[in-house]
């Protein structure tokens, strides 16, 4: 007799041949520029705490507040008895804080990816995808049944031939883009996008999931730093990076957000976002409304260290924001590297296919602004070790 299950265990055996089998590390402190991971104290580089607000003791205080007020779970969906005022006030917050008519809460940036690309497009339609999407965008383009034609990443004419040869043979259409890519941290150009798509009758998403509190006046994401207020119809967002809580978010036009308050289905489906991390994301938009300090420091941070790696010979591609990819080419070599620097006290890991494509296998160093310059040094100077002692430069 077979056993049924045995190709498991030949896929994950391969997947260890290929340096492509994910090691799971174990992290036993708060979040922050060090973290205990693996019972060992490590100056960390990976996490998406881009402002340093996951320990913040503001947020802290008014999730503690609200866990006395409101206990723990939701307890039903949002469009049954899950809907608390403090996320009609999260919500009121974020558009202000966007300058957006409206937004609408999910449980994750990528439930709200799901959401809102499945309630927008259906058979009929076509999705004009980026290539390097996230992976999100995809399951969300998959499951709402549209035609996907993907174009080529950032391709602005390649956009527009895509949107050219297909039209005519769709009811709707959509174009999706990441705002900033997050394996390499560049910047969707979202003007010129919006040029195109406007003048076909395209609709427009970007996903800031990397852009909200990072790019934009004082964090306020993509829109803003283009300045195309009132022009994007979809911006997704999340509060699991920059925000340091978790939970996504649509902001955009009112007709769309009151239309996934009906079809979004993760909103009609799985339970509402608990009162204390709703509480905790109204925290950060304080924050960030009371002040740009943690934004700049953010940006201050990321620029030196960027700066440094070059002038060490390292490659990091083509970043022009703070998530800083060190290119190393085969996966085997970035998974060794990432050994290298846990030994050394410093935590990155490596990132292989399928997060990126085969042979750009790559450490993604992510700063913060809860980064000192010590830290931001130290740093440095176990990747110049490393990077030595394995060859990548001289
Ligand atoms: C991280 C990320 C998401 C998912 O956000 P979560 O809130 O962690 O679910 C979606 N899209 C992009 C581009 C991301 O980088």
């Known amino acids: 007799m077979t056993d049924r299950l045995a190709w498991i265990t030949q896929e994950i055996d391969a997947l ?28 960390n580089f990976c996490s998406n705490n881009y402002l340093g607000m996951a320990n913040h003791p503001g947020l802290v205080a008014r999730a503690r507040e609200a866990l006395e007020k409101y206990g723990c779970g939701p307890a039903a969906v949002r469009t049954i008895a899950g809907t608390l005022d403090l996320h009609l006030e999260l919500e009121q917050r974020l558009a202000a804080f966007k300058g957006v008519e409206a937004a609408i ?17 259906g058979k009929e339609d076509v999705i004009f995808s980026d290539e390097l999407n996230h992976a999100s965008i995809i399951d969300g383009c998959r499951l709402s049944g549209a035609r996907i034609v993907r174009y080529a990443h950032c391709d602005l004419a390649d956009l527009e031939a895509r949107i050219r040869e297909n039209e005519g043979t769709y009811r709707r259409a959509l174009a999706i883009t990441d705002g900033v890519f997050s394996m390499d941290g560049d910047i969707a150009p979202l003007d ?18 990397h852009g909200e509190g990072v790019l934009g006046h004082g964090g306020r994401g993509i829109v803003d730093h283009f300045h195309l207020h009132g022009k994007v119809d979809v911006e997704v967002g999340t509060f699991s990076k920059a925000f340091g809580v978790v939970g996504g978010a649509v902001a955009g036009s009112a007709p769309v957000v009151e239309w996934l308050r009906q079809r979004g289905r993760p909103f009609l489906f799985s339970s509402a976002v608990t009162a204390a991390d709703t509480a905790a994301c109204l925290a950060a938009i304080d ?8 934004v700049d420091q953010l940006w201050a941070n990321a620029e030196y260290f960027k700066k440094e790696m070059k002038s060490l010979g390292f490659d990091t591609g083509v970043s022009v924001t ?3 990819p060190i290119m190393l080419g085969e996966a085997p070599l970035a998974q060794q590297f990432s050994r290298e620097l846990f030994e050394e006290g410093v935590f990155a890991m490596a990132i292989g296919f399928p997060t990126v494509p085969r042979g750009k296998a790559r450490i993604r160093v992510m700063i913060s602004a809860a980064h000192s310059h010590d830290d931001l040094d130290r740093g440095l100077e176990v990747f110049a070790r490393v990077g030595r002692k394995l060859g990548v430069i001289a």
């Open 105 to 121: 809460t999910f449980q994750s940036g990528f439930t709200a990816n799901l959401a809102a690309i499945s309630a927008l497009v």
């Open 16 to 43: 260890k041949e290929a340096g492509l089998y994910n090691r799971i590390r174990t992290i036993s402190s708060p979040q922050g520029a060090w973290l205990t991971v693996d019972g060992k104290r490590v100056l």
């Open 287 to 294: 924050l960030l409304e009371e002040s740009t300090r943690l």
């Open 322 to 324: 703070p998530i800083t």
């Open 192 to 209: 010129r996008i919006y040029d195109i798509t406007s003048a076909y009758g395209v609709m427009l998403m970007v996903d800031d999931a």
